[in-house]
C-alpha cells in the first residue's frame, strides 16, 4: 500500500490531479485503496473519485504497472456523496480485470473492490474453521448465512450441511458469491440479494427452518428484526462471527432473554499490535 500512494501521489503531482476536500467539496482524488491476494501475489489499485472523468489515467495504470509487481487490477471507484463512506455505487475496470484471487484452505474466492475479504487470510482460515467447528454440522442440516459476503464463510458451510441460505445486501458482492460457489463447485447454496432485517424474516416466513444460523455481521451488529427473526425460528444453534465485542454483547444478551444460552466465544487476533479482535460465539437454545 505504502508504495502504491508513493505512486499516485507522484501521478498527482506531476499532473496536477487535486486530492479532494470534503469541506468545501472540491478536488478529484478522495482514497488510495491497495488489495492483494496474499496466496496469488495478485494486486488490485482502487482509485476512488470524486468525478467520472479524470485526467491521465492511463499515465497513472503506466506507472503503476512499471512500479508495482503483481499488478493484476486498476479500478476506479466514484463516490460523488458528501459523505465519509468510502466507496461509491459505481466502478469501472480502468485496467486488467475486475477482480483478483485469493484462497482460503482449499477454497478459491473472487475479490472485487466492493467486496468484503479479511485482510488477514491466515488468521481468517482459523475463524472460519472455528465457526465451522462450533456449528457440528453432520450432513443433513439447512443453514442460514446471513452478512455472506462473497460468500466465504458460505462455501466452508456447505462442504457440510445439506441446503445452506446465503443474505448479503451488497449486489457486488452476491454477485461474486455466486461465481465463487460455481469456481469451487458448490451447488448446495442459494444466495439472495436485500437486507438481512427483511430477507431473513421473509425466508423463515417462506417456511425456511435453519437448523444452525450463522451470523458475521458489520461493526454495528445485527438489526433487532434479524434476532427476533431468529429467536422466532428456534434454530438448534447461532453461530455468531463478530468485529465488535460491544455489539456482540449487546445481540447475545437479546439472545439470551429470548430462550438462547450462550456456550463459548473464542477470540481470534485478526489485527496483530491492534485493540481490535474478531469472535466466534457459539449460542444454542435453551431446553
Not at 465463487?180 to 427452518?209: H, T
Not at 468485529?243 to 444460552?261: E, F, I, M, S, V
Request: aromatic share 6%; with cysteine; charged share 20%.
Amino acid at each position: 500500500n505504502n508504495a502504491i500512494v508513493a505512486v499516485v501521489r507522484q501521478w498527482m503531482k506531476d499532473f496536477k490531479i487535486p486530492a479532494y476536500d470534503e469541506d468545501a467539496r472540491t478536488g478529484i482524488v478522495r482514497h488510495i485503496m491497495g488489495r492483494v491476494g496474499v496466496h496469488t501475489g495478485e494486486i488490485m489499485v482502487c482509485l476512488v473519485t470524486a468525478c467520472d472523468m479524470v485526467p491521465h489515467m492511463k499515465d497513472l495504470v503506466q506507472r503503476l504497472r512499471r512500479d508495482i509487481p503483481g499488478l493484476t487490477s486498476v479500478v476506479q471507484n466514484v463516490n460523488k456523496r458528501h459523505t465519509n463512506v468510502i466507496l461509491g455505487p459505481k466502478t469501472k475496470t480502468v485496467y486488467g480485470k475486475g477482480t483478483i484471487h485469493d484462497s482460503i484452505g482449499p477454497l478459491t474466492f473472487h475479490i472485487s473492490a466492493q467486496s468484503f475479504f479479511q485482510v488477514n487470510s491466515e488468521q481468517a482460515q482459523r475463524l472460519y474453521e472455528t465457526a465451522l467447528d462450533f456449528a457440528d454440522l453432520k450432513g443433513g442440516e439447512t443453514v442460514a448465512d446471513v452478512y455472506c459476503g462473497t460468500g466465504t464463510i458460505t462455501l466452508f458451510l456447505a462442504q457440510k450441511a445439506k441446503q445452506v441460505y446465503c443474505i448479503e445486501i451488497v449486489a457486488p458482492a452476491i454477485r461474486y458469491a455466486v461465481r465463487n460457489a460455481k469456481d469451487n463447485r458448490v451447488g448446495n447454496a442459494q444466495f439472495i440479494l436485500g437486507d438481512a432485517i427483511y430477507k431473513l424474516p421473509e425466508l423463515i416466513k417462506n417456511g425456511v427452518r435453519p437448523d444452525v444460523i450463522v451470523l458475521d455481521p458489520p461493526r454495528a451488529g445485527c438489526g433487532e428484526p434479524v434476532l427476533k427473526a431468529i429467536a422466532q425460528s428456534k434454530p438448534k444453534r447461532v453461530v455468531y462471527v463478530s468485529c465488535n465485542p460491544a455489539t456482540l454483547a449487546r445481540d447475545l444478551a437479546y439472545l439470551d432473554q429470548h430462550g438462547y444460552h450462550t456456550t463459548k466465544v473464542q477470540p481470534v487476533d485478526m489485527f496483530p499490535r491492534t485493540h481490535h479482535v474478531e469472535s466466534v460465539a457459539l449460542v444454542t437454545r435453551a431446553h
